[in-house]
């Protein structure tokens, strides 16, 4: 059964970190791009971060460049997002994502990707 799960989120205070992990089981994430997207309370899904099988491709959106990094693991079948200088506004349940390609054109689409994980929720308060 092909499975990705997130893990990793909780609730932490404004300027905090996290590290998401987005784990694969029954398929290798060897040749998948990745992407990472988030859905805040009554807002669409919106694409968070990309990268790409090989890892020589990465992109993020314009609201977490320069505080989010993503990473990957082949061999250990996992990808992470660091997040960093956390803002309330980074609440949200974030998903990972692989597509059935090594890379994809439109990084931060939903429609390039075919298979998600179900969330972690991150919550930032104080």
């Known amino acids: 059964q092909l499975q990705l799960v997130e893990s990793g989120g909780g609730l932490v205070q404004p300027g905090g970190s996290l590290r998401l992990s987005c784990a694969a089981s029954?398929?290798?994430?060897?040749?998948?791009?990745i992407g990472w997207f988030r859905q805040a309370p009554g807002k669409e899904r919106e694409g968070v971060s990309y990268?790409?099988?090989?890892?020589?491709?990465?992109k993020y959106s314009d609201s977490v460049k320069g505080r989010f990094t993503i990473s990957r693991d082949n061999a250990k079948n996992t990808v992470f997002l660091q997040m960093n200088s956390l803002k309330p506004e980074d609440t949200a349940v974030y998903y990972c994502?692989?597509?059935?390609?090594?890379?994809?054109?439109?990084?931060?689409?939903?429609?390039?990707?075919?298979?998600w994980g179900q969330g972690t929720r991150v919550t930032v308060s104080s």
């Open positions: 029954g398929f290798t994430l060897e040749h998948s791009a």
């Open positions: 990268i790409s099988s090989n890892s020589r491709s990465i």
């Open positions: 994502a692989a597509a059935d390609a090594d890379f994809v054109l439109r990084v931060l689409s939903r429609d390039e990707y075919a298979y």
